[in-house]
């Protein structure tokens, strides 16, 4: 008999703890379900390294001429008489791609470089700095090499429109002050040749 004490004792315990056990089931399934949500929130969530990743995935598929000056030739600035302001070596944009892509990445440019960007013809041209991060002086010249318009001191990633004034074949990129350094002016004029 007193076994059957015993017994009844624990079946009392065991009963009385059931509800407590219960309880602790519930918290502990709870805890997981918002520890599991807590995970799925944390990466579904776009971060600053998922942002950084995607750029430089992107970067992987430029070729390294996106970030360095190849020179291509040199191109003078000549006053309305001829005479003579300075040189500088010229990176030439002439495809569509290169067009396109123009200064964007570079981090930077020595002063006596440029990038020469040359259309089919005359026409109207416009320029911003989407993904450009150095501030440039953008200089339009028409079919006959005279200077139609200046545009100074452009802003990275601006993608406010520099446009020329008057139809342009050939786009000069400098960096920003060289235009006023040189006293370059619409209506000078350029002469450039290839390597």
Do not use: C
């Amino acid at each position: 008999m007193p076994k059957k004490k015993n017994k009844s004792r624990k079946e009392k315990d065991t009963k009385d703890n059931v509800p407590e056990q219960n309880s602790r089931m519930k918290k502990f399934i709870y805890v997981g379900v918002l520890v599991v949500l807590g995970i799925i929130i944390f990466f579904a969530l776009p971060s600053k390294t998922n942002k950084v990743k995607k750029v430089s995935d992107k970067s992987m598929h430029l070729d390294n001429s996106a970030f360095t000056f190849t020179k291509h030739g040199e191109l003078s600035f000549l006053k309305k008489d001829g005479t003579f302001i300075t040189k500088i070596d010229i990176e030439i944009a002439n495809t569509d791609e290169t067009r396109t892509r123009g200064l964007m990445y570079r981090s930077k440019m020595e002063e006596n470089q440029g990038m020469l960007f040359i259309f089919p013809k005359d026409d109207y041209q416009s320029f911003w700095m989407k993904d450009t991060v150095i501030p440039l002086d953008m200089i339009f010249v028409n079919s006959r090499k005279e200077i139609v318009t200046i545009h100074k001191n452009t802003v990275p990633y601006s993608l406010k429109s520099y446009p020329s004034d008057k139809p342009a074949k050939y786009v000069i990129e400098v960096n920003a002050g060289f235009t006023d350094k040189y006293n370059i002016e619409v209506g000078d004029k350029i002469v450039w040749r290839r390597n």
